[in-house]
């Protein structure tokens, strides 16, 4: 039971600083490439629509060549850690937070900047604006950046190499379960992944709809 | 007030406003005219600084003391676009926008919000949302969250054009009234000399980006 409870709370840590990091990348990048006009933005918003499909294991698999302890980054002693599942899970989360952005941002009105500016609004003020007029398909940025990371398996199994009490997480606590027959166990702990992110989502939502529901009102 | 001088915009290598002087001068109601793509809304745009001309200048003697930038610049004066442009938040909140950007209290935005809601005769929406209303009533939003904050300049890119006769009619009248009560300099761009006749002191002819004559019934711009 003080297993399951660790490895709960592990993946929600894990992944939970994943999403936030990706937020912190991603809000800002998106919003350059939704809002602003730059050579090469066609390219950036490809590649970034590429990672939007990663795969967790082809990551894991690169991250893990970095951390190994001969990598370039080897020597910062990261491989098998959670923060080296982070980072993974980092990759994976950031372009989902980032296309996504992207898309909510191009999908308001172009006069609405010119609008904000006219009324006397900075930069940022106007940034901000705008991210609170998309804010609806922002949070499903960050559900669908969440979603990304906490349902991986690979990249987490490839960095985090799922020792007990260290880094294994619901995921590949699942996997291991499977591999030694305990189905019972296996689908124990997927109920407990599906219940967690479910009430994740339902919460994310209540916030996200709450706005339409305003809206809707008069 | 303003001074245009030398200016010249163009869009994809094409010139699509040259104009070599144009002054206008404080209290004018300025009505700019002209066919669809003579550079109405550039003129409009690069007096607002929101379209950086490639050559001349734009000098405007502000009463408030130097300008400092373009933000400094854009807090004289208001834009009110062809659509109203409401934010997803409530009537209050969309008249009290600028007001926010601008660092004023939350008792002075009040205040005085409170008063130009009253004043266009929207007071009943302010816990409306804005995306909600009538076209007729977000115009009226779009005036009293430009008039709230008491511009040096209003421009107005055809602010009527989306509204029924009625409606358009209504608020053509509201705007005389609040223009004679505050007698703020405007730039207002329409396509209807009834709203000429009615709002506008001096009138601007523009087509294919070049001054011409001034429209029928109005004095020759010097």
Not at chain 2, 122 to 127: D, T
Not at chain 2, 208 to 218: E, F, I, K, M, S
Request: aromatic share 4%; hydrophobic share 50%.
């Amino acid at each position: 039971m003080g297993d399951v409870f660790s490895v709960t709370l592990l993946s929600l840590e894990v992944s939970g600083l994943a999403t936030a990091l990706s937020l912190l990348i991603g809000l800002p990048l998106g919003t350059a490439l939704g809002l602003g006009r730059f050579p090469g933005r066609a390219v950036l918003l490809s590649v970034v629509n590429t990672g939007m499909g990663l795969p967790p294991v082809v990551v894991g698999l690169v991250v893990a060549m970095l951390l190994w302890r001969s990598g370039p980054f080897g020597g910062l002693q990261l491989i098998y850690t959670p923060l080296a599942i982070v980072i993974a899970q980092l990759i994976i989360a950031a372009p989902v937070v980032t296309g996504l952005t992207a898309v909510a941002l191009q999908q308001l009105d172009p006069r609405l900047q010119q609008q904000l500016l006219g009324l006397g609004a900075s930069q940022a003020q106007m940034v901000l604006a705008l991210w609170r007029e998309a804010r609806l398909p922002l949070i499903a940025a960050l559900i669908a950046g969440f979603g990304s990371v906490i349902s991986e398996v690979g990249a987490s199994m490839m960095v985090g190499g799922n020792i007990r009490g260290q880094t294994r997480v619901l995921t590949t606590a699942i996997v291991l379960e499977t591999g030694k027959g305990e189905f019972e166990t296996a689908l124990a702990l997927g109920a407990l992944l599906l219940v967690i992110t479910f009430l994740i989502n339902v919460a994310l939502t209540f916030v996200q709809q709450r706005g339409t529901r305003q809206r809707g009102r008069a | 007030m303003i001074e245009i001088q030398d200016l010249l915009v163009r869009r994809d290598g094409r010139p699509v406003l040259a104009i070599d002087h144009l002054r206008i001068e404080r209290g004018d109601v300025l009505a700019v005219l002209g066919p669809n793509g003579a550079g109405k809304t550039t003129l409009l745009l690069v007096l607002a600084r929101l379209l950086k001309p490639e050559r001349g200048s734009v000098h405007f003697r502000s009463q408030a003391g130097p300008i400092e930038n373009d933000l400094d610049y854009r807090r004289r004066l208001s834009v009110v676009l062809q659509e109203p442009l409401l934010l997803d938040r409530s009537v209050f909140d969309n008249v009290a926008a600028g007001l926010r950007f601008r660092h004023l209290t939350e008792g002075e935005v009040r205040e005085r919000s409170a008063a130009w809601l009253e004043k266009l005769g929207i007071a009943h929406l302010r816990g409306r949302p804005g995306l909600s209303l009538s076209g007729g009533e977000a115009q009226r939003v779009a005036l009293a969250r430009a008039f709230v904050l008491e511009p040096e300049l209003l421009l107005l890119d055809e602010p009527f054009a989306s509204l029924d006769a009625v409606a358009r009619q209504a608020l053509a009248d509201e705007l005389r009234r609040l223009l004679a009560e505050t007698r703020t300099t405007t730039v207002f761009i329409t396509h209807d000399p009834v709203e000429v006749r009615q709002l506008a002191t001096r009138t601007l002819w523009l087509e294919d980006g070049h001054l011409t004559d001034c429209a029928p019934g109005v004095e020759p711009l010097s």
